[in-house]
């Protein structure tokens, strides 16, 4: 790998970082709300929890935000390391996609701003899969609806696609003959352990049968 490819990874997971701790529930709700989402429901800084707490418009502003994130990170990451400066990783800007996409995640569950306690990671890193590997994350994102359709919950739902994500990526670009899938798949692993880690509450609640069902009632 050269010095060239080697900068470019750095300076977009740094960048992709600083980019993904501006975490959207917290500001959304600090803007239009007053106050700080961290004090109520879960005390997660989340989507799921913005819409318990303050209801479905709050979080559709919250949604919007997060949604950009993830595109933006990942789009820019590879319109200026590859359609710029003409950098590629096995001949292609997929690679420099998941960097970024690792990163602004990294950023969204450990904001540098808000003294590294974040979001659980789920929709930013949906985003940012949707936009590097859309058919390998439209996979994940069908299991996903199934699973919260049928058992209402989101964290199962959330955790089941993280494990689908990683195993589509590798059959999907294997048989698409798609470079450097191997180290995309391995990529792929990394993002969905940091989405199922930030779910330890809800796994052993699931195991205990407590953990909250989805609702669409505004709480207060």
Do not use: W
Request: net charge positive.
């Amino acid at each position: 790998m050269s010095a060239s490819q080697i900068l470019a990874i750095v300076i977009v997971a740094v960048t992709a970082y600083l980019f993904g701790s501006l975490n959207s529930a917290i500001i959304v709700c600090k803007i239009t709300k007053h106050d700080d989402i961290r004090k109520y429901g879960s005390k997660n800084a989340g989507l799921t929890n913005v819409l318990r707490v303050y209801g479905k418009s709050t979080a559709a502003i919250t949604l919007l935000c997060d949604l950009f994130k993830g595109i933006f990170a990942v789009t820019a990451a590879r319109i200026i390391v590859g359609n710029l400066f003409e950098i590629y990783y096995f001949g292609e800007n997929m690679f420099i996609g998941y960097v970024a996409g690792l990163a602004v995640v990294l950023g969204h569950v450990f904001p540098l701003y808000y003294g590294f306690h974040g979001g659980k990671g789920v929709l930013t890193a949906c985003t940012t899969m949707i936009t590097i590997d859309p058919l390998s994350m439209s996979i994940a994102l069908l299991v996903f609806i199934i699973v919260v359709a049928i058992s209402r919950y989101v964290s199962l739902g959330s955790i089941l696609a993280a494990v689908a994500n990683p195993i589509a990526t590798a059959i999907t670009q294997t048989l698409r003959g798609t470079d450097g899938v191997l180290v995309h798949t391995i990529l792929a692993i990394a993002l969905s352990v940091l989405v199922i880690a930030m779910h330890h509450a809800n796994i052993v609640r699931l195991i205990k049968g407590t953990e909250n069902k989805l609702s669409f009632k505004k709480n207060q």
